[in-house]
């Protein structure tokens, strides 16, 4: 039987050589364990794809998603209905505040690095959570925008596309900044 490379032991796995009972759980909640002796405070972390994490692979299909209705909330702000028609603009605020919070409790970093992670962030996919709002309303009033000729799924697969893209680069930079 094959392996998948993702059982214990396996050469893909980041602590292929050391023994499991030196093993312990990552602090960040990742789902990737590090050996006790390794150091994980020095703020350098090499990602590879066996590093690609929950979490990551989690923002990547939501931003897809919040992309996809995002589309169609940009299309209701230009055309028939205003900003903040949705739902009060406060919430709005309110979202962008818990993505900032969140995120920056949840950075292995502290200081400037993870004021500015956490802020692009919350910009990021607090846009596109208010323009998928916008979005999801509109098409509740307006279903046949993305039925017709089943636009929608075509939306849904340009976006996902565009997200997993997005994801990709930003490994890639992570990889470039870390190794020089």
């Known amino acids: ?32 364990e590090h050996s006790v ?47 903040g028609q949705a739902i009060p603009g406060p919430f709005y605020l309110l979202a962008f505040a818990l993505l900032f919070v969140l995120e920056l409790f949840r950075s292995r970093k502290r200081g400037a690095m993870a004021l500015v992670r956490a802020t692009a962030l919350a910009l990021f996919y607090g846009g596109l959570t208010a323009f998928a709002i916008e979005g999801s309303v509109y098409l509740w009033y307006n279903p046949d925008a993305a039925l017709d000729g089943f636009v929608g799924i075509t939306v849904l697969a340009v976006s996902l596309i565009v997200a997993g ?14 190794s020089g």
């Open 1 to 32: 039987m094959a392996s998948n490379g993702g059982e214990e032991g396996s050469p893909t796995d980041s602590n292929a050589g050391v023994d499991p009972s030196e093993r312990r759980p990552d602090p960040g909640d990742t789902g990737f």
């Open 37 to 83: 002796d390794s150091d994980t405070n020095d703020g350098v972390v090499s990602s590879t794809v066996e590093d690609a994490s929950k979490y990551g692979l989690s923002l990547t299909l939501i931003g897809g998603l919040l992309l996809a209705l995002g589309y169609y909330g940009y299309v209701a702000v230009t055309g028939p209905q205003a900003l």
């Open 165 to 178: 893209l997005a994801y990709f680069l930003y490994l890639a930079v992570l990889e470039s900044y870390t």
